[in-house]
């Protein structure tokens, strides 16, 4: 556990209007860095007078954009609130997996947690997992877009009535396929996957998109992922280069494939009873931090796609490669028929006009 009560490095605050931060978000995108919106990351200031203290729980490790997203979300809040509010930081699933921290929301037991929306899909409501769809966002500049959306707009609407609050969407993660290349052998097309045992998360909508291209998935938690691959449980793992990194995948791998197959949407969370039983103040509080915090780690994200391939290249003579998309897109996207009764067409292609 964390315990985070901070003070962003920055007397600036931001406008957490709907125009303001769709046009930092969209910034961020195009420039791939927090700074260029003035975010700061958080500076770790402690204090014994809160008079209320939530947790935060996630799945990955302390370099993470989960991570980042808890600790600039304390620090906003603590400044916002002037060290009212003490948020707990729990990384690692010490609180349990994704979908359990999901449910805990859910039940009150959790006050945040920031899961994909696959994951969240799984708990609260189907349609959540619209944007694990693969290509179905195409860019990070699209996926910016994705808070001030009509999409999220009505997954709002039906997370609340499930009891749960959606404070922000975030861009976390663009996924790739990070895996041991056997004998040389690289992925350059989607024929090179047929056969190959693939990590994935507890998803229907992962297993399929694998499927299709003649893999094998195999689903398993976060937490386990190392040793999967230590183990040679499995021959590659669908992620993406900051939360691989956060937990050194970079050990146990010697090969990136860039599909860049899906822009991972997670989505920052709470429990809308004791949301609505906090003062105004402190709900609004809550509010703004968790969209600047969601731009904040959309940024260092960003970041570590453009670094990390060339750190890994250097470092660990990892191997990256793009290999031809068309089969990908062609097979992956085959799928969609299938979840559009659960999705819903509508929702769909307001997610594909974003």
């Given at each position: 556990?964390?315990?985070i009560i901070a003070m962003?490095?920055?007397s600036k605050?931001?406008d957490?209007?709907r125009?303001t ?12 860095a927090a700074a260029t919106?003035?975010?700061?990351r958080?500076?770790?200031?402690q ?5 209320i203290i939530?947790?935060?729980?996630h799945?990955?490790?302390p370099t ?9 979300f304390?620090?906003?809040v603590?400044q ?5 509010v ?7 699933s ?5 979908v359990e921290?999901?449910?805990a929301v859910?039940q ?7 899961p ?5 899909g799984s ?5 959540l ?6 290509y ?7 996926a910016?877009?994705v808070?001030?959306?009509?999409a999220?707009?009505?997954?709002r609407?039906?997370?609340l009535?499930k009891?749960v ?6 861009p976390?993660?663009?996924?790739n ?10 992925i350059?097309r ?12 507890e998803?229907?909508?992962d ?6 291209c003649?893999a094998?998935?195999t689903p398993?938690a976060?937490g386990?992922v190392?040793?999967?691959m230590q183990?040679h449980v ?10 691989g990194?956060g937990?050194?995948?970079?050990d146990v ?9 899906r822009?991972e949407?997670?989505?920052?969370m ?10 105004k103040?402190v ?7 968790a969209r ?7 940024g260092?994200?960003?970041?570590d ?7 890994w ?6 191997r990256?490669t793009?290999p031809?998309?068309s089969?990908f897109?062609t097979k992956?996207?085959?799928?969609y028929?299938?979840f559009?009764?659960k ?6 292609e307001?997610?594909q006009?974003?």
């Open positions: 556990m964390t315990t962003p490095n920055t605050t931001i957490a209007t125009r931060l769709l046009t930092a978000s969209v910034a961020l995108a195009a420039a791939g919106i003035g975010l700061a958080p500076a770790i200031a204090t014994g007078k809160a008079k939530a947790k935060y729980g799945d990955s490790g993470s954009g989960n991570q980042l997203m808890g600790e600039y304390a620090g906003r603590a916002l609130t002037d060290g009212d003490a948020i707990q930081i729990f990384p690692n010490q609180l349990g997996s994704t921290m999901v449910q859910q009150g037991t959790l006050e945040f947690a920031f994909s929306g696959v994951l969240a708990v609260i409501t189907p349609e997992g619209v944007f694990g769809l693969p179905l966002i195409k860019s990070w500049e699209q910016t877009r808070e001030f959306s009509q999220a707009d009505l997954l609407e039906r997370a009535k009891g609050r959606l404070l922000a969407f975030g976390n993660a663009l996924r396929l990070l895996y041991t290349a056997k004998g040389g052998k690289m350059n989607v024929e090179d996957v047929e056969g190959m045992k693939i990590r994935v998360i998803s229907p909508v297993v399929a998109q694998w499927k299709a003649g094998l998935p398993i976060f386990e190392y040793t999967a183990q499995v021959d590659a793992v669908d992620n993406a280069f900051n939360p990194a937990i050194h995948l970079d791998i010697n090969a990136v494939a860039l599909t860049n197959h822009y949407i997670d989505i920052f709470t429990n809308e009873p004791w949301f609505a039983s906090l003062p103040t709900q609004e509080a809550m509010q703004t931090a600047e915090a969601s731009i904040y780690q959309q260092a994200v960003m970041m796609d453009i670094k990390l391939p060339k750190l290249a250097e470092k660990k003579n990892i990256t793009v031809d998309r089969g897109i992956m996207t085959s799928i028929p299938q559009a009764k999705y819903g067409a509508d929702l769909m307001l997610t006009k974003i």
